[in-house]
């Protein structure tokens, strides 16, 4: 078979089902075998290739599998990059390829050169380029087994043009099919470190959990609910880590730190004497600049990568490994240990009742305002009412991402709320709920945007339109950048510069593509129009006149992240 060839059938014995890309002249070989042969795979055709990028992240996150992304040599490599560092820094597998010029060319300044393999270095968890036929199956291999194996991330083919059309032995064509899926070759934590965790988290007053995307990357739920009710423990989520237990949970406290976190949620990690972090890089958004927690409290960490693990805080027990088997050991030597719990200990249920109580009434005094413009909590207030309880929302930094964070309800256990929080550029949320919706089609999928994301993936509507992807599509229009708006006023005496821009008619630009587009400008309306949304058969955008972030009372404490 061609190197193309070897490359289609990698990915399908990998039990990949979507590649999303975008053509290129050095691909022509690529997309010309998945065109001929019998796979099984869809491929999506994006207009850009971060989009591609971001929707096989969303994928990724949704189904636990790799995401495939793909572009062409030159400035399709480029213009992926913002994508796959998002999903190498967010601990998600994520498998760019990009077509390359031929062997045969390098250096002789071809159209499109550039070197791929520095460039993708330090934004991948594994990376190369093939220099030989041969090459092309033992480099799929490895790449899904960097993705999947340890900490998640992604990683990075560069698959030049003539190999593509050169010959590879159907003999070297095999793949270790549980790397398709993450995290793969589960590890456990050393057992004597196990033992003193139990140890030292019987020994404390007050411990509280905070957890982070690792948890629900390793689909360790149930472990988490178990431990917690075992020690009777308040369990604080970072931006990441929501859906780590159904916010119903008497347990779930909700999302602490810069970004959503509230005054409410904080006390609960003042409250703590101990602070068990889980799958959570202990950053400096969850902790307020590394405030909250305290530097004197006493730290538990586990997560697969050790590098991560008292980087921020001295630790008292590392437990290196994988979520779902720590916490699973971890419950197993608490309950054999059978030490009864401190009886002035902290009674987590109340603390975390009286915390959602305060959260809630904060939210109420705003969230059935009737002026204008239309106030984010109002917004979310009515957003709430109509969703069903799984509807997976994407959100976009800015206004969404916090007001989502602080004050929406995610009553089902898993991820339901997808974010970039590594690095948070604008235009994620139009194209992550595209690969959202391919990977979980049976959820209403929500894809929630300022408008300052809009102008960035606004192309992508024609994909959504001919693919026909049923999403609800929400612009918070302001017509600022609203985060770095906000920034100015409170950090350099509001000398606004170069934030602001002219308001678009994102109803009308949405209906030019063919997607059917509603525009609110008052509150009363917003509950009707997101009904009549809801019972489009098809995509549909929402276009809400809000207000400006700068003047709303955004759950934000450090604008800086």
């Known amino acids: 078979m061609s190197g193309a060839e070897a490359a289609v059938r990698m990915l399908q014995l990998h039990d990949v089902k979507h590649v999303f890309g975008l053509c290129g002249d050095t691909s ?8 001929r042969l019998d796979h099984g795979m869809e491929h999506i055709l994006t207009r850009d290739e971060r989009s591609a990028a971001y929707m096989a992240d969303a994928y990724a996150r949704v189904t636990g599998k790799v995401g495939v992304c793909e572009g062409p040599s030159g400035g399709g490599a480029t213009y992926i990059l913002p994508g796959v560092v998002e999903a190498n820094e967010s601990s998600i597998p994520v498998l760019a390829i990009t077509s390359d010029v031929p062997v045969t060319s390098r250096g002789k300044y071809p159209l499109t050169e550039l070197d791929q393999k520095g460039l993708f270095r330090p934004l991948t968890k594994w990376n190369g380029v093939i220099d030989r036929p041969d090459q092309v199956p033992s480099t799929f291999r490895t790449a899904f087994r960097a993705m999947t194996t340890g900490r998640p991330g992604a990683a990075h083919i560069g698959l030049p043009y003539d190999i593509q059309k050169q010959a590879v032995s159907e003999d070297l064509v095999w793949a270790q099919a549980e790397h398709g899926s993450f995290p793969a070759w589960r590890s456990a934590p050393d057992p004597t470190a196990v033992e003193k965790a139990a140890e030292c988290i019987l020994s404390a007053n007050a411990p509280v959990f905070i957890v982070g995307g690792g948890v629900v990357n390793s689909g360790a739920m149930e472990e988490l609910s ?17 859906g780590a237990l159904s916010s119903e949970h008497e347990l779930c406290v909700g999302v602490v730190g810069t970004n959503g976190g509230v005054i409410a949620t904080r006390e609960v990690v003042e409250m703590a004497d101990l602070v068990v972090f889980v799958g959570a890089r202990a950053g400096s958004t969850t902790t307020e600049h590394w405030t909250y927690p305290s530097k004197g409290t006493r730290i ?24 779902k088997l720590a916490l699973a050991n971890l419950a197993d030597a608490i309950e054999a240990a059978g030490a009864p719990l401190r009886r002035d200990g902290l009674d987590g249920k109340a603390v975390t009742a009286r915390a959602k109580a305060k959260r809630r009434a904060a939210f109420e005094l705003l969230c059935n305002d009737d002026s204008m413009p239309i106030r984010p909590e109002r917004l979310l207030n009515e957003l709430q009412k109509v969703l069903p309880r799984d509807a997976t929302i994407v959100a976009d930094p800015g206004t969404p991402c916090p007001y989502l964070s602080g004050y929406y309800d995610f009553p089902e256990a898993g991820r339901y709320f997808l974010t970039n929080r590594a690095h948070g550029a604008l235009g994620y949320a139009m194209s992550a709920a595209m690969g959202a919706w391919y990977g979980r089609p049976g959820s209403r999928t929500v894809a929630v945007m300022g408008d300052g994301s809009f102008g960035f993936t606004v192309g992508e509507l ?50 030019a593509y063919g997607v059917t587009a509603f525009q609110v400008a008052d509150p009363k309306d917003l509950a009707a129009t997101f009904k009549k949304a809801l019972a489009v058969d098809g995509p549909v955008l929402v276009d809400v006149i809000s207000q400006p972030l700068q003047d709303t009372a955004v759950p934000v404490s450090a604008w800086m992240g």
């Open 28 to 35: 022509l070989p690529f997309y010309d075998a998945l065109c």
């Open 226 to 242: 178990r431990l917690a009710l075992m020690l009777n423990a308040p369990v604080c989520t970072t931006v990441t880590g929501q």
């Open 300 to 323: 538990v960490h586990i997560d697969a990568d050790p590098m991560v693990v008292a980087a921020n805080y001295p630790t008292e027990v590392a437990l290196i490994g994988d979520a």
């Open 462 to 511: 024609e994909t959504i339109v001919r693919k026909q992807i049923p999403l609800l599509m929400i612009v918070i229009s302001n017509s600022v950048f609203g985060w770095i708006k906000a920034s100015q006023k409170v950090g350099y005496g509001e000398r606004y510069f170069s934030v602001d821009f002219s308001r678009t008619r994102h109803a009308a630009v949405a209906e």
